[in-house]
C-alpha cells in the first residue's frame, strides 16, 4: 500500500510527458484506457516489446520507458509475476536501453526460471557495458549459481574493481573462496571491503566468521565486535562475538554477552547450554545452576530437560543427595521419560544405592533407545556389587547378542567374565568385539591376555604379535609378548628388544621395568636385575609380584632375610590367588 503513491506519480509524469509530445487526445498510444489508476493495474499493451514508430521522441519514449519499468516493478514485488515482470522489464529496455533497464531485465528472467538464457544475456551485457559493475556482479552471481565458481570469481573481481563499494560482489567473493577452500583469500577480500565500506555490518561479521573459521581466534576479536556494536540488538552477531570472545580465553566478557543474548530469549537451551560450560570454566557453577532455575521458572516443554541438566551440575557440585533427590521427584513427575529414569538411575549408582539404581534402569522400556545403555550399567554395577555369577554371565550374553553394543563393551564384558573365572568366555567375548570393531586393536590384547590364562601360549603369541603388527604403538603388546618368553626364560634376545621397544614408547613403566629385570634375572646378571627391580618398585608400591621378583634377585645374591622380607611385603599388595599362594610357599621356606 505504501508503494502506491510514488508508482502512481512516476505514471502521471509518464503520461504527462506523453501528452507534451504531440499525442492529441491526450493518452499514450500504447496504452488502452483503464478506469481505477489507484488499482496501480494499468492494462498492457498487446505486445509491449513491438513499439510503434510514431514513438520517436526521445523523452516519450523515456516517459513511456518509465512506465513499463514502474509496472515491471509493481508485477515483480506486488503480484509476485516474475514471467509479466520480464515482458514489462524487456518493454522499458527496448525503448530506452540502459545498463540500469538491462540489469532489471537479467534478474527478472533469472527469477523467471531461465537462468541459462539469462546467463546467455548476461553475457552479452558485459560486453555491451563492460564497465558497469552491477551487469558484472549479476553475471558473476549467474555463473556461481551454475557452479562456475572460477568464471564467477573473475567477473566479481572485476565489479569491486570498477565499484570498490559493491558490498553484495565482496560478500559473494568470500564465499567463493571459501567454498573452494581458499580461506586466505576470502580474509583478503572481506578486509578489502571493510575498508572500502567500513560501515559494512555484513563486512565486518563476515571477516570474523572466516578468522574464526581459520582458527584465528586473536584476529576475529576486532571484527567481531565492530559488528556487534553496530548492531547490538541482532542475536546472530551478539553470539558470534561472545563465542569469539570465548576462545579468546576472555570468559568474563563473553559472560556478559551472553547474558545480553539471554535477555532476546530466555528459553534458547542451546545458548543456556553455552553459558553453563562458560560458568563451568570459570568455576562458578552456583551462578549456572542459578541460570537453570530461572529456566525451570519459564516453563514450557523444556522444563524436565532444564532440570536434568540442574542435576549435572548438582553432581559437579557434588550435592549428589540434592541431584538425587531432584532426580527422584522428576521420575514422579514424568512416569513414562526413559531419560528421567535412567538419570536417576545414575545418582543412585553415585551414591552406592545399586538396589535403587538396577530397579530403576530395569524399569526401563525394552523398545527405548536407553535400553543398552542401562543394561550395560546395570552389568556394571552387579560386578562391583558381587552379584550372583550366574545372572551376571546371562546378562553378559544378552548384551553380547545386541548388534548395537559398543566396543568398549566388549571390553569391559571380557574383565567382568575374566574377573568370575570364565577365561573361555572372555576370549570369546573379546573376539566377538574385535571382529565388529577390526579398528580396535585393544579388543584383540584383550583376546591374548585372556589365551594366556587358559593355557593357550601359542595362540596367546599369535595374537600378541597381530597386535603389534595392527598397532605399532601399543606398548602393552610388546611388554606382554617379552614378558611372556622372560617369564620361562626362551627368545630373551628377542624378549629383550621388545620389553625396550615397550618401555621406548612408554618410559618409566613400573611394570615395563619389572619385565626387564626379570629378564635379567632369566640371564643370570643379579645384580643388573636388583637395580632396576628397585627401580620398578619404587613406581609401582602396591605391585607384590615385583616385591616378589626382588625378592628371588636379592635371594640369588645371598641375600636371603633381605628376600623373605621382600616375600612378605609382597603378600601385602595386589596379588592374583595363584600368585599368592606361590609366595606363601616362598615365605614358608624360608623359615
Request: aromatic share 8%.
Amino acid at each position: 500500500m505504501g508503494l502506491k503513491p510514488a508508482i502512481w506519480v512516476v505514471i502521471v509524469i509518464g503520461l504527462s510527458a506523453c501528452r507534451s509530445t504531440g499525442s492529441k487526445s491526450g493518452q499514450n498510444p500504447l496504452m488502452k484506457q483503464y478506469k481505477d489508476p489507484a488499482t496501480l493495474a494499468p492494462p498492457e499493451p498487446e505486445d509491449p516489446s513491438k513499439v510503434p514508430l510514431t514513438l520517436w521522441s526521445p523523452s516519450q519514449r523515456r516517459a513511456t520507458a518509465s512506465y513499463y519499468f514502474m509496472a515491471a516493478e509493481f508485477a515483480a514485488l506486488k503480484e509476485r509475476d516474475a514471467k509479466k515482470a520480464l515482458q514489462l522489464f524487456e518493454a522499458a529496455y527496448s525503448l530506452d536501453p540502459t545498463p540500469f533497464l538491462g540489469g532489471k531485465v537479467l534478474a527478472a528472467r533469472a527469477s523467471s526460471g531461465d537462468r541459462s538464457e539469462a546467463l546467455v544475456d548476461a553475457r552479452k551485457m558485459v560486453l555491451l557495458y563492460p564497465r558497469e559493475a552491477q551487469l558484472r556482479y549479476l553475471y558473476g552471481d549467474l555463473l556461481a549459481s551454475e557452479g562456475k565458481s572460477d568464471e564467477a570469481i573473475l567477473q566479481l573481481e572485476k565489479c569491486v574493481e570498477l565499484d570498490p563499494r559493491h558490498e553484495a560482489a565482496y560478500l559473494e567473493l568470500t564465499e567463493l573462496y571459501q567454498n573452494n577452500k581458499q580461506v586466505y583469500k576470502a580474509i583478503v577480500v572481506a578486509k578489502e571491503l571493510t575498508k572500502n565500506v567500513p560501515s559494512s555490518v555484513s563486512g565486518w561479521s563476515q571477516l570474523g566468521r572466516l578468522y574464526l573459521s581459520n582458527s584465528q581466534y586473536k584476529e576475529a576479536l576486532t571484527p567481531a565486535r565492530r559488528a556487534w556494536e553496530m548492531q547490538s540488538s541482532n542475536p546472530q552477531l551478539t553470539q558470534i562475538y561472545a563465542v569469539t570472545l570465548q576462545l579468546n580465553g576472555k570468559l568474563k566478557q563473553a559472560v556478559r554477552i551472553y547474558e545480553q543474548l539471554y535477555h532476546f530469549d530466555p528459553t534458547d537451551e542451546e545458548l543456556t547450554g553455552r553459558m553453563i560450560e562458560l560458568y563451568r570454566e570459570l568455576g562458578n557453577m552456583e551462578s549456572a545452576v542459578e541460570l537453570l532455575d530461572e529456566m525451570i521458572k519459564q516453563g514450557g516443554q523444556a522444563k524436565p530437560a532444564v532440570q536434568m541438566q540442574k542435576a549435572i551440575l548438582l553432581w559437579e557440585l557434588k550435592k549428589d543427595k540434592e541431584a538425587a533427590a531432584l532426580l527422584d521427584k522428576l521420575v514422579l513427575e514424568y512416569p513414562e521419560s526413559d531419560r528421567v529414569k535412567y538419570l536417576a538411575a545414575f545418582a543412585h549408582e553415585r551414591m552406592d544405592h545399586t538396589d535403587q539404581a538396577l530397579a530403576l534402569y530395569d524399569q526401563i522400556r525394552a523398545n527405548s533407545p536407553l535400553r543398552l545403555d542401562a543394561d550395560v550399567r546395570s552389568f556394571l554395577l552387579m560386578s562391583k556389587a558381587k552379584k550372583s555369577g550366574e545372572s551376571l554371565f546371562n546378562l553378559g550374553q544378552k548384551l553380547l547378542a545386541d548388534p548395537q553394543l559398543t566396543w568398549e563393551a566388549y571390553g569391559v564384558i571380557a574383565g567382568v567374565y575374566g574377573d568370575l573365572g570364565k577365561h573361555e568366555d572372555a576370549v570369546n567375548a573379546a573376539d566377538a568385539g574385535y571382529k565388529r570393531y577390526p579398528d580396535k586393536p585393544r579388543l584383540l590384547f584383550i583376546k591374548g591376555v585372556y589365551q594366556e590364562k587358559i593355557g593357550d601360549r601359542d595362540g596367546c603369541i599369535k595374537t600378541m604379535r597381530e597386535v603389534i603388527k595392527v598397532d605399532p604403538e601399543n606398548s602393552s603388546a610388546f611388554n606382554f609378548l617379552g614378558y611372556l618368553f622372560a617369564e620361562k626364560g626362551e627368545n630373551l634376545e628377542e624378549a629383550e628388544k621388545l620389553i625396550q621397544t615397550a618401555l621406548k614408547l612408554k618410559p618409566k613403566d613400573g611394570f615395563y621395568l619389572d619385565s626387564l629385570g626379570w629378564l635379567y634375572y632369566q640371564r643370570g646378571d643379579y645384580k643388573k636385575a636388583q637395580a632396576t627391580l628397585e627401580e620398578a618398585v619404587k613406581i609401582e608400591p602396591n605391585e607384590g609380584v615385583i616385591y616378589e621378583h626382588l625378592g628371588d634377585a636379592k635371594k640369588a645374591l645371598g641375600q636371603k632375610e633381605a628376600a623373605k622380607s621382600l616375600y612378605q611385603r609382597a603378600l601385602k599388595g595386589n596379588l592374583e590367588e595363584p600368585d599368592r599362594l606361590r609366595i606363601e610357599k616362598k615365605v614358608k621356606a624360608g623359615d
